[in-house]
């Protein structure tokens, strides 16, 4: 009989999982953490440790798929949600209706200024507005009507200082947004900086109400590829100077920017499918890592679903393609993961503090506290057709609570051979107070993967203090 005992919870601290925020909430791993999540068998051999996230449930469900995720600045409405048929709704599915039949847009922008008003961008050639208290009000457009001459492509909304940013073009240039104008809380447009004939902007960030960050394309003609073609710079611009204040060149293809605490974070990408995470220190870009696990979702230069970085809770969230969500702690300098789930944009989003995350016409949600679902994940394990799997916990499930453990299997040339759920352990079925024995009906595999899904609704902490593998 061969047994094998997956304890190694050394590398995550404490080293004694426990329920709290920083076991569940992330993946702890002192080494690279997606070498143990790799959705693949092929890998170096060797046990790992289970490694626990909470996950993301299904909250609501929306007309179209979902093309941006706006906080809410009252507890009615803890986030608003953008669709690509030009609906706007409350997180609840308020509905807030079409602006004024906006057609489909996925590069529809939103921003909420001047005493809880939501302004919007469903079109090239309109900025419309209505009350957030008022999901009912008619839609307003903003004056002056002509306010973005022609063209198309996202219009970047950012409150800064005393008023709106909004990226714009003169009418000309091949339609190329290389003007930021300034509205006011009376709705007054007037000229704020302007970046020239050929510049394109693709994304702007209040960078605590410093500077206003804006990030210019150049490529000569006015046209925008996003390719290493171009030419890309962050231009500073403290709301009140006739011109950007101090330029900086982007080393590669801008991908997208965030502020998190006193910091503005870049995603870069330096060559072919090579991001790298950048930061802005003294008016100087500098490195802070590689991503070379895998590439990074598509940012706001791409005017397409998705972005790359997200608050996540106070840390610097990156959404991957391939391997999930990836938090980098800046304060303690750490790096996690989310237990990978595909979404196609995510931020924490609300005065509630709920963290929502969105696919297609979906949107997901978990509570930043309390007891949420929480997913256990293992390594692909070198362990022929197990028979029997052990699974120890701190307490049994009470009435409500389960655990749900599925077994994956990966023949030796690492084509998937199975994908197995076993007994669900629960209230009503468990061996004894600290671990339960489950039958693996015949599970064929020559590498496996334990997933342990679990739920509380008592109260209930679900920790997993150890999975035995007996064939």
């Known amino acids: 009989m061969a047994k094998l005992k997956i304890t190694n919870f050394s590398q995550m601290n404490p080293e004694a999982p426990e329920y709290g925020?920083?076991?569940?909430?992330?993946?702890?791993?002192?080494?690279?953490?997606?070498y143990y999540l790799a959705q693949t068998a092929v890998?170096?051999?060797?046990?790992?440790?289970?490694a626990a996230s909470r996950t993301f449930v299904s909250f609501n469900t929306f007309p179209g798929n979902i093309v941006f995720l706006l906080p809410s600045s009252i507890t009615t409405f803890d986030a608003l949600v953008l669709t690509d048929d030009g609906t706007v709704s409350g997180s609840d599915l308020t509905n807030f209706g079409q602006p004024n039949g906006a057609s489909p847009n996925v590069g529809m922008r939103a921003a909420i200024f001047s005493a809880n008003v939501l302004w919007i961008t469903p079109t090239s050639a309109n900025l419309f507005r209505k009350p957030i208290t008022t999901p009912a009000a008619s839609w307003t457009i903003t004056t002056p009507l002509n306010l973005f001459g022609v063209g198309a492509g996202v219009r970047f909304l950012k409150p800064f200082l005393d008023f709106c940013a909004v990226s714009d073009n003169d009418g000309t240039a091949k339609n190329s947004n290389h003007i930021v104008r300034k509205i006011d809380s009376g709705f007054l447009a007037s000229l704020g900086i302007d970046l020239g004939v050929g510049w394109n902007i693709v994304a702007m960030e209040n960078y605590n109400n410093r500077y206003?960050?804006?990030?210019?394309?150049?490529s000569g003609d006015g046209t925008f590829s996003g390719g290493m073609?171009?030419?890309?710079?962050?231009f500073l611009w403290n709301g009140i100077s006739a011109r950007y204040n101090s330029a900086v060149r982007i080393p590669g293809i801008f991908w997208d920017m965030k502020v998190i605490g006193d910091t503005l974070y870049f995603v870069i990408v330096e060559r072919?499918?090579?991001?790298?995470?950048?930061?802005?220190?003294?008016?100087?870009?500098?490195?802070?890592?590689?991503?070379?696990?895998?590439?990074?979702?598509?940012?706001a230069n791409a005017n397409t679903v998705g972005y790359g970085l997200f608050n996540y809770n106070d840390a610097l969230g990156i959404n991957l393609?391939?391997?999930?969500?990836?938090?980098?702690?800046?304060?303690?300098?750490?790096?996690?993961?989310?237990?990978?789930?595909d979404f196609t944009l995510e931020q924490r989003a609300g005065p509630n503090g709920i963290i929502y995350a969105a696919k297609n016409t979906v949107l997901y949600t978990y509570q930043a506290s309390g007891y949420s679902p929480i997913t256990y994940v293992s390594q692909w394990i070198p362990f022929q057709d197990p028979k029997t799997i052990v699974v120890k916990y701190a307490t049994p499930p009470g009435a409500g609570d389960s655990i749900q453990v599925t077994l994956l299997g990966y023949d030796e040339d690492g084509t998937a051979s199975s994908s197995l759920p076993l007994q669900v352990i629960d209230n009503t079925h468990f061996y004894n107070s600290y671990k339960t024995p489950l039958d693996c009906k015949g599970f064929r595999g020559k590498q496996v993967q334990v997933k342990l899904q679990t739920?509380?609704?008592?109260?209930?902490?679900?920790?997993?203090?150890?999975?035995?593998?007996?064939n």
């Open 43 to 50: 890998q170096e051999q060797r046990v790992a440790p289970l």
């Open 321 to 341: 393609n391939s391997k999930g969500q990836f938090i980098y702690d800046t304060f303690n300098k750490s790096k996690y993961i989310l237990t990978p789930q």
């Open 455 to 470: 739920v509380s609704a008592s109260g209930w902490a679900p920790i997993i203090r150890e999975v035995e593998l007996i």
């Open 21 to 34: 925020p920083k076991n569940q909430n992330y993946l702890l791993s002192g080494v690279d953490p997606f």
């Open 272 to 299: 072919l499918n090579q991001f790298a995470l950048y930061k802005l220190v003294n008016n100087s870009l500098v490195k802070v890592f590689n991503i070379a696990i895998d590439t990074v979702k598509s940012g």
């Open 212 to 218: 206003l960050a804006v990030v210019g394309s150049y």
């Open 229 to 234: 073609a171009d030419i890309n710079y962050l």
